[in-house]
C-alpha cells in the first residue's frame, strides 16, 4: 500500500491510520506526509467515557517519555470527518460486519477524502480449505469476500469510484510446525461453522502429517509447505453528499454544510 501512496494527489492534513497496532505503516505515511496529523484508531481501545474496571486509578511512569506514535482512539469516539485519508492495512477481513466497518469508514473521512485499504481475499489459503475438506473438518477459516464484491460494497456503505486489484503471495515454512505457528499469529476462526471445542494433540499430529504429504517436493528430496495468500487493495472517495429527487426530501444540517463546501448544487 505504501508504493501507491505517491500516485495520490490529495494532500492530507490529518490521516485516520484503523488498527496500526495489526496493519503498521506509521513510518511510511509520515514519510509521505510529512506534516500531516496522524489519527490511530484502534477497535480494541476504551472509549473515553468507559467505566474503569480498577477500583484504584492507574497510575502513570514518572519518567518522562515520548511517543513515537500518538496515543490511539476508539472509534466510538472518532468525530465524524475526522481525516482526509483513511489508511486500514490488513484488517478488514478480521471484521465480522465488514459492511458496517466500511460505514463506519464513510463516517471518519472528510467529503473528496480518500480511503486506502488491503485485505485479504476468498484466494487465501485454499489449499489449506481443501485439505480441511478432505479431512472431513469444518472449515479453516472465516468467508473472505471476493474483491468484485467488496466494489459493490464499497458504493453500498456510500464511496464513489472504487478501484480494486489483488495479487496473490505465496509463503513457504520447512516444516508443518513452523508453519501452523506462524498461521496462529494471524488471529483466531471467527467463522460460525468452525469446531466448536477444543482440539487434541492427536488432531494436531494428524493436522501436520496432512500438510507435510501436500509440501512441494521441488528439490526431489525435501519439500517445504507452502500456502497462498490472495492480497486484495481497495481505493475510493467520499463524494459530497446527493440526496435523493422526493416530493419532499429531508437534508441534514451537516450534509447542506458539505454540500455547499464541495461547490454541489442542488438538481
Do not use: C
Amino acid at each position: 500500500m505504501a508504493e501507491r501512496l505517491p500516485i495520490v494527489r490529495l494532500k492530507p492534513q490529518t490521516v485516520v491510520a484503523w488498527a496500526l497496532q495489526v496493519g503498521g505503516g506509521a513510518a511510511e505515511i509520515k514519510r509521505a506526509y510529512p506534516q500531516a496529523r496522524l489519527l490511530p484508531v484502534e477497535p480494541m481501545a476504551a472509549p473515553t467515557g468507559a467505566a474503569s474496571t480498577h477500583d484504584k486509578p492507574v497510575k502513570r511512569p514518572w519518567w518522562p517519555f515520548r511517543r513515537k506514535v500518538p496515543a490511539a482512539v476508539a472509534p466510538a469516539d472518532l468525530p465524524e470527518a475526522a481525516g482526509e485519508l483513511l489508511w486500514s492495512n490488513m484488517t478488514l477481513h478480521g471484521s465480522a460486519e465488514p459492511q458496517a466497518l466500511l460505514r463506519a469508514w464513510h463516517r471518519a473521512l472528510a467529503v473528496d477524502g480518500f480511503l486506502m485499504f488491503s485485505t485479504l481475499g476468498p484466494g487465501t489459503l485454499q489449499s489449506l480449505r481443501d485439505l480441511y475438506r478432505a479431512e472431513g473438518w469444518p472449515v479453516p477459516n472465516a468467508p473472505l469476500v471476493d474483491m468484485h464484491d467488496l466494489g459493490d460494497m464499497l458504493i453500498e456503505a456510500g464511496f464513489a469510484d472504487p478501484v480494486m486489484d489483488q495479487e496473490t503471495v505465496t509463503l513457504t515454512w520447512p516444516d508443518a510446525t513452523a508453519a501452523l505457528a506462524e498461521l496462529r499469529t494471524l488471529g483466531g476462526n471467527v467463522a460460525l461453522q468452525r469446531f466448536a471445542g477444543l482440539r487434541t494433540p492427536r488432531w494436531r499430529a494428524r493436522l501436520a502429517a496432512a500438510l507435510a504429504q501436500r509440501a512441494t517436493r521441488a528439490d526431489g528430496a525435501g519439500g517445504r509447505i507452502a500456502l497462498d495468500f490472495e492480497i486484495v487493495y481497495g481505493h475510493a472517495f467520499r463524494p459530497a453528499p446527493r440526496p435523493r429527487l422526493a416530493p419532499e426530501t429531508l437534508v441534514s444540517v451537516d450534509d447542506m454544510r458539505a454540500m455547499v463546501r464541495a461547490g454541489v448544487r442542488r438538481p
